[in-house]
């Protein structure tokens, strides 16, 4: 079965930029532009993807699926994800080509082959266990309070963990708040703290110095992530885990330097950086090392279910990441990743990505098709 057609089919969606009132924006909001990938194969079954995120608009990504992998890819067998995977290392094709652009059409090819042997992904890729925590990560709120508030109704819902975005606050309102939330929720809850690349050295050391004091389970993006010498400084002096990174340059082979430096006890990946192969290879990667492979949300709905798929397949990640709002990045499907009452989130049973495309709302936000 070999790859017949690759349409992209431009999506125009207006994002909420909160959750319930004004004093807790989110940091993000207003009409962004994505796409519904759809690779055809010469049997016609089709694989889908969702290009773009909450947080970025564009065209740049969907126009080099079209441009640059989709010439690459017409005529190739479905199985050949590692020969798309090896191109990468050819700097003409890497120029050309945005890291969403190719992992879509990773996740895409992911999606038939499951189809076809009628398995969820995560069974192909050897399934390690079929439900996991997740926890629920804020959004930026300008009082200590709204933090509290919030972690103690996710508790009540049955979520197991809650991760703080200080949002560049200054060090002592960051105390505060991690302090505050401990109190709240018990000394069980994980919690963590991603402070988004926001901080110096010396604020990080300070605030990693009182969060690990608090018990949190992990400290992320402390201090700007190409800054690998004050991510392995603070390694050695913090006896917290640090996570490195969610910036969306911050790829396998970066993360390979901070793996040689033991700069960082858990590497964070993401479906839109590395589609599902290569998020694989890094959390085996990790496995191996005795490191985590966290998981970064995907920023879309079938992205996150594509890191649903690998989180599945390894036992280097903890957690599933549930951001909020929610209503932010999930969309475009009959029914989204959920959680039940006691923190999990399960395993798709359907083939492939196994979740169904809601095409009536789809087609309301698709303003044209790129061919």
Same mark, same amino acid.
């Given at each position: ?51 773009? !995120? #909450?947080? @970025?608009?564009?065209?740049? +990504?969907?126009? /080099? ?7 690459? %890819?017409? &005529? ?15 700097? !003409? #094709?890497? @120029?050309?080509?945005?890291? +969403?652009?190719? /992992? ?7 999606? %038939?082959? &499951? ?23 804020? +959004? ?232």
């Amino acid at each position: 079965m070999k790859v017949k057609d690759v349409t992209v089919d431009v999506l125009r969606r207006t994002v909420p930029s909160g959750t319930m009132s004004a004093d807790r924006a989110g940091g993000f909001g207003g009409e962004i532009e994505a796409g519904l990938l759809r690779v055809v194969t010469d049997e016609g079954v089709e694989g889908n993807a969702f290009v773009g !995120s #909450f947080l @970025r608009s564009g065209q740049e +990504p969907l126009r /080099a699926i079209i441009e640059v992998v989709k010439p690459e %890819i017409i &005529g190739h067998p479905i199985e050949d994800r590692e020969w798309l995977w090896s191109r990468l290392d050819s700097l !003409s #094709f890497r @120029r050309r080509l945005p890291a +969403p652009a190719w /992992a879509g059409v990773d996740i895409a090819l992911w999606d %038939i082959m &499951g189809k076809v042997t009628g398995k969820p992904i995560y069974h192909l890729l050897g399934a390690q266990r079929h439900k996991v925590l997740a926890y629920a990560s804020s +959004p930026y709120y300008p009082r200590a309070e709204l933090y509290v508030e919030e972690a103690l109704a996710f508790k009540a819902k049955g979520f197991k963990a809650y991760k703080i975005h200080p949002g560049g606050a200054p060090v002592p309102r960051v105390k505060e708040i991690t302090r505050r939330v401990r109190e709240a929720v018990g000394d069980e809850m994980p919690l963590m703290v991603d402070a988004s690349c926001m901080y110096t050295y010396r604020e990080a050391l300070e605030i990693g110095q009182a969060i690990q004091d608090l018990a949190y389970y992990w400290f992320e993006d402390p201090v700007r992530y190409m800054d690998l010498d004050a991510v392995a400084e603070l390694s050695s002096r913090l006896h917290i885990p640090i996570a490195v990174s969610d910036y969306h340059e911050f790829g396998m082979y970066e993360a390979l330097l901070y793996i040689e430096r033991k700069a960082g006890r858990i590497i964070r990946t993401d479906a839109p950086r590395e589609g599902i192969t290569g998020q694989k290879k890094l959390a085996s990667l990790c496995e191996a090392m005795g490191l985590n492979c966290e998981i970064h949300h995907g920023g879309n709905s079938l992205n996150n279910v594509a890191n649903l798929h690998v989180i599945l397949s390894t036992r280097s990640c903890d957690f599933y990441e549930w951001l909020l709002p929610s209503e932010a990045h999930q969309f475009g499907l009959v029914q989204d990743v959920t959680v039940d009452k006691e923190g999990y989130v399960h395993g798709p049973t359907a083939p492939g990505l196994g979740f169904e495309l809601d095409t009536e709302a789809l087609r309301r936000i698709t303003v044209s098709t790129m061919r």
